[in-house]
């Protein structure tokens, strides 16, 4: 048992020492791989620390060249800097320099102009001392004194110059009229182009019927006294050419060439032809006429169904029958928007009454004369709410072509129904602008002192001007038409030429009774 024992012990220690054994030789053999790896470690971390010396050198000395470089360039610019700011300081000191040798030249000068001055004066004492001497025996010899005497001369010289400047100022024109004329005929081609014709006919003109020719004679009368006095008491010209049995009343308000047709037709049929009579006859058709507007007015509104209408308004609907609107006639334009709006706002469910009213008075601002420069919707707003007319009429009246805003339902029925009738085919077949022209030169000529009536005749290309004889002289008439044919030239726009005419004659009248 022993024996076994010891066996087995023996043979655990063999089996022991033979593990060690194993044990150490394994760790010897790590040992080496360790040694081994560490020393491969080593020698990469060595290359990979020249690569990175060498990487860095490298840069080193790219970074120290540019260095080199911008240092060598900003001493370059600093140089030239310096060169510069060198060559400036020698330019200042050549200007200082200058500036002084200057400075002295002035001072110089300077000096002897002081003395000329005071020589001179000197001098302009002595001359006034010599002129009061030839001053005062002048007096004496003329009898006058030195202001009157001047005043005097200044007087003569005015009215001398007056004169010469009239005159030297018609010989310019008279000059640049005859360098001109191809220039004329240039702008009156463009003006027939651009106008249609039978638009200036039925806007200017109304031919006039006669039975036979002798009519004419009578019309004309003497020397042409009837004619004048005619022409005067209407501001219609009349116009008597070649035509058989016909003359032609040519005017561009239309009240008044109706005016001067039924007051023409009257003293035909009457017989007596003269200046009295025609002022007579004038008169009364001129009252006539002025009732024949309200009545039109009234029967305007009757047809259309329009009640409570102000008779001032009514009035001037009736104006609206001698009125056109680019050749279109106004009156008919205003029926015809007032039955389109009653139309448009019946299909609206708007108030039928008012949209008739608004239609009617939508272009009443176009009647009166006395406001050329306000737009005709705000006019005819200021009319209708002058007059008490419903706020809705008032704004579609005002807004209709956009001039206020618009508040109401009404106001853009109206704008539309407005543009339907005049833009339909053959409602308008030009433009009347000639006609605030016409009445623009009217009213120029009647501003100025002892002007009693003007009127635009032959659709503006002549402005007759007549003249008080107590209160003008035959100067003044002459200085007149100068001056407002140089206005009509430097503020007015206009084809072709205008001539002005100024009449001034004196009247005497005795009644025998």
Request: glycine share 6%; with cysteine; hydrophobic share 40%.
């Amino acid at each position: 048992m022993e024996i076994v024992v010891f066996g087995l012990a023996g043979i655990l220690a063999g089996v022991a020492l033979g593990y060690l054994f194993f044990v150490i030789m394994r760790k010897k053999q790590l040992d080496q791989q360790k040694a081994a790896l560490l020393e491969e470690a080593r020698l990469q971390g060595e290359n990979i620390k020249k690569d990175r010396i060498m990487e860095a050198t490298e840069k080193f000395h790219n970074l120290k060249s540019e260095h080199e470089k911008e240092v060598s360039r900003r001493n370059q610019e600093l140089n030239q800097a310096e060169n510069r700011m060198k060559q400036k300081e020698q330019s200042l000191d050549q200007k200082l320099k200058d500036n002084r040798n200057k400075e002295e030249e002035l001072s110089r000068a300077r000096q002897t102009f002081e003395a000329q001055v005071e020589a001179l004066k000197l001098k302009q004492r002595e001359v006034d001392s010599l002129r009061d001497q030839q001053l005062t025996q002048l007096e004496k010899v003329a009898g006058l004194s030195a202001a009157e005497a001047k005043e005097q001369m200044l007087e003569n010289i005015r009215v001398k110059s007056h004169t010469d400047g009239l005159q030297i100022a018609k010989n310019i024109i008279e000059e640049a009229k005859l360098g001109a004329t191809r220039e004329a005929k240039r702008i009156v081609l463009q003006t027939i182009q651009r106008t249609a014709a039978e638009t200036a006919i039925d806007n200017t003109v109304t031919s006039f019927p006669l039975e036979n020719d002798d009519v004419k004679g009578r019309i004309i009368g003497r020397e042409g006294r009837n004619i004048k006095a005619f022409e005067a008491a209407t501001g219609v010209e009349i116009l008597i050419d070649d035509t058989p049995e016909t003359i032609v009343l040519s005017c561009y308000d239309p009240i008044r060439r109706e005016i001067a047709r039924v007051s023409l037709e009257r003293l035909i049929k009457d017989g007596r032809i003269h200046p009295a009579r025609i002022e007579e006859v004038v008169d009364k058709t001129r009252k006539q006429i002025e009732e024949e507007v309200v009545e039109w007015g009234e029967r305007t509104v009757v047809d259309l169904g329009i009640t409570g209408l102000h008779p001032e308004l009514i009035r001037y609907v009736g104006r609206m029958r001698f009125r056109s609107s680019y050749g279109q006639n106004l009156l008919k334009h205003s029926r015809e928007v007032a039955r389109l709006c009653a139309t448009m706002a019946a299909e609206m469910g708007l108030n039928v009454k008012l949209a008739k009213r608004a239609g009617l008075l939508h272009d009443i601002g176009k009647c009166p004369d006395n406001d050329e420069e306000t737009p005709h919707a705000l006019l005819g707003m200021k009319l209708v709410e002058k007059f008490g007319e419903h706020p809705d009429v008032i704004n579609a009246v005002g807004a209709h072509h956009d001039e206020i805003e618009m508040n109401c339902l009404l106001a853009p029925v109206i704008q539309a129904c407005d543009a339907i009738s005049g833009s339909r085919p053959g409602a308008r077949r030009g433009d009347d602008q000639y006609v605030e022209r016409i009445k623009e030169m009217e009213n120029m000529a009647l501003g100025y002192p002892g002007v009693e009536k003007a009127f635009a005749i032959q659709a503006g290309r002549e402005l007759r001007i007549i003249m008080s004889a107590e209160k003008t002289n035959d100067e003044q008439a002459d200085t007149l038409a100068f001056e407002i044919s140089n206005r009509i030239m430097t503020e007015m726009r206009y084809p072709g030429q205008v001539k002005i005419t100024v009449i001034r004659e004196k009247r005497s009248v005795g009644i025998a009774k």
